[in-house]
């Protein structure tokens, strides 16, 4: 593995800089379980993207929007593979 980018997401409910810490939360917890099972820090990345990119878009509160995604890059040139993950 090269590098884990960690993308943390919210709902659309609640203000714009609580949802976006609270994604920044969700990847940082989702990091630190990762380093937990012994990936090396300095290949895991977080991002939080609060509520600006809905899985559905509504103004309601919705599971879907709440979520952290992995996307893993791979040593080999032109291998990508993207796995979801938790609330």
């Known amino acids: ?6 993308e943390g997401h919210t709902d659309e ?15 940082t917890a989702m990091r ?4 937990w099972f012994g990936a090396p820090p300095n290949e ?13 878009v509504t103004l309601k509160p919705e ?4 979520r952290v995604e992995l996307f893993v ?5 032109g291998t990508v593979a993207q796995v979801k993950g938790a609330r």
């Open 1 to 6: 593995i090269a590098s884990v980018s960690i």
């Open 13 to 27: 409910i609640g203000a714009d800089d609580y949802n976006q810490q609270l994604s920044v939360e969700r990847a």
């Open 32 to 35: 630190e379980l990762l380093m």
């Open 44 to 56: 895991l990345r977080i991002i939080g993207y609060g509520k600006t990119m809905p899985k559905v």
């Open 63 to 66: 599971e879907k929007n709440r």
């Open 73 to 77: 890059t791979m040593n080999k040139p």
